[in-house]
């Protein structure tokens, strides 16, 4: 049974997420697909809004975690700024609507040409994570004649205690710069006559389940800006990032409001706006990934259920060793063993999860929960399979929000010699 408020289902009765049953949706769009909880995210979106309240300051969702356009599009009417990483990631929120002027822009490897096309959009802030950005920011700015809103994204080292391929504060990621050196960055920066300072920002990691390292990382950077502030250098905003983690098994999921509660009076008190980047725990468990169950095999050591899902549709449990809950949808067996759930594609590191107790037959459809964030973003056409279908429910309504590729579509670009 499962506990997800928006994937429910009353007892012994099919998996549904809000109004529509699972069931219904792969009847009519098929599977694999991806399915959203339009409810789920807003929600998910209140829990930031809320105790925001009047506050200065712009929760930017961040786009990585879920980009589907209509995604966007549903953040951006509850006012939603945008944290991106690429051009791309601009002309998506662009395309469903949302404010260039609520646009951070992150990321450690900017091009020229997404400088030039964040600048003329006029987004809100550069996170600038090397003094060698800053130069180029600086130039470009300079032919375009506009002055380049920056923050210098500051690595606290701060051990956020998470996986240590989405752990990003310590000294040794490759991330922004040492906060030892950040007076001087900023001091650089306030010698360039296209660049204006606006803010400082850390991000230190992702899935984060206590508040400690965000409040050591709080800290330390509003010292950086109270030095800052001595040496003549007044910024506008602090930008905690952002990583909150959700519940997957046995984590629990984080209570943003202690965050809330510590950081808006230090705020207040130097006249600072706040800016959130959140990602994860905005859509993470309002999305499922809806599968087929098309062979159930036995072998001497392990049974296996093997679906029409794969590693490319979902990559988290086969690059992090990440555990997400399974549910069958629905079905008549009643002899429940335990299986290795696995997609068709050859590489041994192709399961979605491992040594989980279920009852299925074959045709049976299975969910893996929590798939709203980093899901279908990190799906590739290996093994030329075209991606999943995404389907958001609002209610009782379903919206195809992305049609599944055509196996013609992964080739059309390519030639014969
Ligand atoms: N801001 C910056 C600068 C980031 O690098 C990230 C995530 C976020 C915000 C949003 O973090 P979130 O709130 O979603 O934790 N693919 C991995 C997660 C990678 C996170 C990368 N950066 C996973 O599936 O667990």
Request: charged share 25%; with cysteine; aromatic share 8%.
């Amino acid at each position: 049974m499962v506990e997800t408020k928006h994937f429910n289902r009353a007892a012994d009765a099919a998996l549904m997420v809000e109004s529509v049953a699972l069931t219904q949706i792969a009847a009519d769009y098929g599977t694999p697909s991806f399915v959203y909880s339009k409810q789920a995210i807003v929600e998910a979106w209140q829990r930031f809004k809320k105790p925001l309240g009047d506050h200065p300051g712009l929760i930017c969702y961040a786009v990585k975690a879920n980009s589907n356009i209509a995604i966007l599009q549903l953040l951006a009417s509850l006012g939603a700024g945008f944290d991106i990483v690429s051009g791309g990631e601009l002309m998506r929120v662009l395309a469903a609507g949302g404010d260039p002027n609520k646009v951070i822009f992150s990321g450690v490897g900017k091009t020229s040409a997404e400088i030039e096309l964040a600048l003329k959009h006029q987004i809100h802030c550069f996170n600038v994570e090397s003094l060698a950005e800053l130069d180029k920011i600086q130039q470009i700015a300079e032919k375009m004649d506009v002055i380049a809103p920056i923050s210098f994204r500051v690595n606290p080292d701060v051990d956020a205690k998470t996986h240590p391929y989405i752990s990003t504060g310590l000294k040794e990621n490759k991330f922004g710069i040492p906060i030892d050196s950040a007076l001087q960055a900023y001091g650089a920066a306030q010698k360039m006559s296209h660049i204006g300072i606006t803010g400082v920002d850390f991000h230190i990691g992702s899935q984060l389940g206590e508040v400690a390292p965000y409040f050591e990382a709080i800290d330390k950077t509003l010292n950086l800006i109270d030095k800052l502030k001595a040496s003549g250098i007044e910024v506008k905003h602090l930008d905690v990032g952002g990583g909150m983690g959700i519940q997957y098994q046995d984590e629990t999921a984080m209570d943003v409001q202690p965050l809330f509660d510590y950081l808006l009076p230090k705020l207040a008190e130097r006249n600072l706006a706040v800016s959130m980047e959140p990602g994860r725990c905005i859509v993470g468990n309002a999305g499922a990934l809806l599968t087929k169950v098309e062979y159930i095999k036995d072998t001497p050591d392990k049974n296996f259920v093997i679906v029409d899902a794969a590693m490319n549709d979902l990559i988290r449990p086969a690059l992090y060793s990440a555990w997400q809950r399974v549910e069958v949808v629905s079905s008549a067996a009643t002899k429940t063993r335990e299986y290795d759930i696995v997609g068709p594609v050859c590489e041994s590191a192709d399961f979605l999860a491992k040594g989980r107790e279920l009852a299925v037959d074959e045709g049976d459809l299975i969910a893996v929960l929590d798939s709203g964030a980093y899901g279908f973003v990190m799906s590739s056409n290996y093994n030329t399979r075209p991606r999943a279908a995404e389907i958001l429910v609002d209610n009782d309504t379903t919206h195809v929000v992305r049609e599944r590729e055509s196996v013609e579509s992964l080739f059309a670009l390519e030639k014969l010699v």
